[in-house]
């Protein structure tokens, strides 16, 4: 096999392999994972951040994720019900999303506290479609934003919770984090491969 076809053979798997893991690696955290908590007094609301004060988000390959606590400031029993969060993010970082996760984390007993009933988004003040998987269950992923999350764009999530009261439940863990805009990730990968080829070029 001749080195002219191994390279061309070679070359689009390689950028299929890198896209690949360029998109696991930037789908893991942010920059900061920050933890923030949040009381539910005096009722089922909770506002996290606001148009003059967004909470900052910084897609990062090697961060945490967002992790949120959510408990009543007299140490009662989150009680059952719809629980309302409303967050404004604004993106920090350099990636634009397309993606939004949410994970509900079990109590201290292995108990899931609740599960997303709805969503609804704004980029910038404006409504943006998307899909939502995991509806019913603790776990949900938002996906095919109609609408880039930019860097400096403002992004607003409202989400309902059917939070399930348990003896333990003095305290509901939320984990999020964004992921880059598959076109961007691509192009950061096949930036990486060109880059590497060229390197090998030049010491040939």
Not at 127 to 141: D, E, M, Q, R, Y
Not at 167 to 182: D, S, V
């Amino acid at each position: 096999m001749n080195a002219s076809f191994t390279k061309h053979i070679l070359t689009p798997v390689l950028v299929l392999a890198l896209f690949v893991i360029c998109n696991t690696a930037l789908a893991q955290g942010t920059a900061t994972g920050p933890i923030t908590s949040h009381i539910v007094d005096p009722g089922p609301i909770v506002v996290i951040g606001d148009l003059t004060s967004p909470i900052p988000i910084d897609l990062d390959p090697l961060g945490q994720p967002w992790t949120k606590n959510i408990s009543d400031p007299n140490g009662n029993i989150i009680s059952g019900g719809p629980l309302d969060l409303n967050e404004t993010i604004i993106n920090v970082g350099t990636e634009p999303w397309l993606d939004w996760h949410e994970h509900i984390l079990p109590d201290a007993t292995g108990i899931v506290p609740g599960l997303w009933t709805s969503v609804i988004m704004t980029v910038n003040g404006n409504p943006i479609t998307f899909n939502a998987v995991g509806l019913g269950t603790p776990n949900l992923w938002l996906d095919t934003f109609s609408q880039p999350v930019l860097p400096g764009d403002v992004l607003n999530v409202r989400k309902i919770i059917d939070a399930t009261p348990g003896p333990a439940l003095l305290q509901m863990r939320i984990e999020e984090y964004p992921t880059p805009e598959p076109a961007s990730a691509a192009l950061m990968g096949l930036g990486s491969l060109l880059l590497m080829a060229r390197r090998k070029g030049t010491s040939e």
